[in-house]
């Protein structure tokens, strides 16, 4: 009785290290298939989570506001109208908040971009607005600068990807939750990359779900909504939008006629929706008798930030969404970017973003590190990828620091060809047969000393001209990432 139920118990067991054994191979597999462009797209993801934070930075110089006039606004969009011309389709005004608290007008529409101005308190215009490294790194994040749908298929099939791997990650780790406060140091480099990657792995577990799932859902809807735009709407971009969000265009006529005044706009918001916190007003069409406006606005305790009246021209409600409401597909979707980047509860979840998308980088680079030093204990080192890979993990930082200093320098417009160029660079520095230990130094020590740069030659570039505080913060921040790349890079020469 006792022997067939030992042999029963042994298939049992050699069954499941059989599983485990190939899901750890599939994990391994796919991770080395795709981990630079899941790393480069996970650490451009965590500085995005703070891109209004950036934008602020780059231009420190707008007046900070915290309120704006009707009156303000009536000659904020009468100047941003007379400056992008008659033929403009759209203009829009965005108005502060907690996170943007300063006056943008628009010539265009906000969706597509268009002449952007700041604004002061009185709504006139007094810059461009101009925040090329945070559009760079956010183009990244989205489509990694290729063609617009082909970006957004390619990091959709990567956020699919990184959700497979932290699956694959979970079962081929049977005692991940059981080990999940075992850190051991001091001993092996492959101990302890692995106790960290299992440790991150598992502590950052609903974080790392969240945001690659909603990225996935994000980048597969995206896809499928530019098809249908294209295909049953014939590219009218705008009018496929309309089936989410609401109106968004004027009825056909273009007869000339003023631009109304926001005044009695303003006023009935404040009646119907006095918990709101108007984000953006948009006129379609301006200067004709068949122009909209939209009022955009936020509620307290709601994801989705796109609630909108649209109003004509005599200021009369053509759609509502206590009338009107969305679905909850709609909804749905619409909340997706709030929690894929965190911008939904205040600065504090802004942080915790940052730092779980920290820890989310780490998981990437470490599980990297675990493979190259099996291969060591192996006696199969691989010392040419292993430069490789640190020109992705630490040339990245460094080579966003040294755009970013060309941006200050006058040269924002070329940040995009500088980078591929760095990058380009950076894995050609890979093939010299350098030691592992230098290679790894040289390019921590160049991402520390690039970032040291980068704040101190902002924060005396601007100098008094800094009127937003956000400056100073974000300086601070690139500082402190500094000496811990600084310190890291220290410890690992100990190592």
């Not at 075992?182 to 991150?200: F, P």
């Not at 609401?246 to 006023?267: C, F, Q």
């Not at 160029?421 to 130094?441: E, H, K, N, R, S």
Request: a positive charge.
């Amino acid at each position: 009785m006792n022997a067939p139920l030992s042999a029963k118990q042994g298939r049992k067991r050699l069954l499941s290290t059989a599983i485990i054994g190939t899901v750890l191979s599939g994990h391994s597999v796919l991770g080395l298939a795709i981990s630079a462009l899941i790393y480069l797209i996970c650490l451009s993801g965590t500085i995005v989570v703070f891109a209004q934070e950036l934008e602020r930075w780059e231009q420190p110089a707008g007046p900070v506001l915290t309120a704006v006039t009707p009156d303000a606004i009536d000659r904020g969009l009468s100047e941003i109208h007379a400056k992008a011309g008659s033929t403009a389709r759209a203009i829009s005004v965005l108005l502060p908040s907690g996170a943007t608290p300063r006056i943008v007008l628009v010539g265009g529409s906000v969706e597509g971009g268009g002449n952007k101005w700041v604004a002061n308190a009185n709504g006139r215009l007094i810059a461009p607005v101009s925040h090329p490294i945070t559009d760079f790194l956010v183009a990244l994040h989205a489509n990694l600068h290729l063609p617009r749908l082909a970006g957004l298929a390619v990091v959709g099939l990567i956020g699919v990807a990184l959700l497979a791997l932290l699956m694959s990650g979970v079962l081929a780790h049977p005692h991940i939750f059981r080990e999940a406060f075992t850190l051991r140091r001091g001993g092996s480099l492959r101990v302890q990359e692995a106790d960290l990657h299992n440790r991150l792995g598992t502590w950052g577990m609903p974080f790392f779900i969240l945001v690659t799932l909603t990225g996935a859902v994000l980048g597969a809807f995206l896809l499928m909504f530019g098809g249908m735009a294209a295909t049953a709407y014939k590219g009218d971009y705008r009018q496929a939008l309309t089936e989410i969000v609401g109106p968004l265009e004027s009825r056909e006529d273009m007869t000339p006629a003023a631009i109304p005044s926001v005044a009695p706009i303003m006023a009935f918001m404040r009646a119907q929706e006095p918990a709101a916190q108007i984000l953006s007003i948009e006129i379609q069409h301006p200067g004709t008798r068949g122009q909209t406006i939209s009022v955009i606005f936020e509620e307290a305790g709601r994801l989705t930030h796109d609630q909108r009246y649209v109003f004509d021209a005599g200021s009369q409600v053509i759609f509502s969404p206590r009338t009107e409401p969305r679905s909850i597909g709609s909804r749905a979707l619409l909340s997706l970017p709030s929690l894929h980047f965190g911008w939904f509860g205040g600065l504090a979840t802004k942080i915790a973003y940052g730092l779980l998308g920290l820890a989310l980088c780490i998981v990437s680079s470490s599980g990297m590190t675990i493979w190259f030093a099996r291969r060591r204990d192996q006696g199969r080192p691989v010392p040419a990828w292993e430069r490789f890979w640190v020109a992705t993990a630490w040339g990245q930082p460094a080579i966003f620091a040294f755009i970013a200093v060309l941006s200050l320098a006058g040269a924002g417009d070329h940040v995009l060809f500088a980078w591929m160029l760095m990058t380009a660079l950076a894995y050609a520095t890979a093939c010299i047969a350098l030691p592992g230990t230098v290679f790894d130094a040289a390019f921590r020590w160049s991402a520390a000393a690039l970032m040291a740069a980068l704040a101190i030659l902002h924060a005396i570039g601007w100098g008094g001209d800094a009127q937003d505080p956000m400056a100073w913060a974000v300086d601070a921040a690139i500082l402190v990432g500094a000496a811990l790349i600084a310190a890291s890079a220290r410890s690992a020469k100990r190592s």
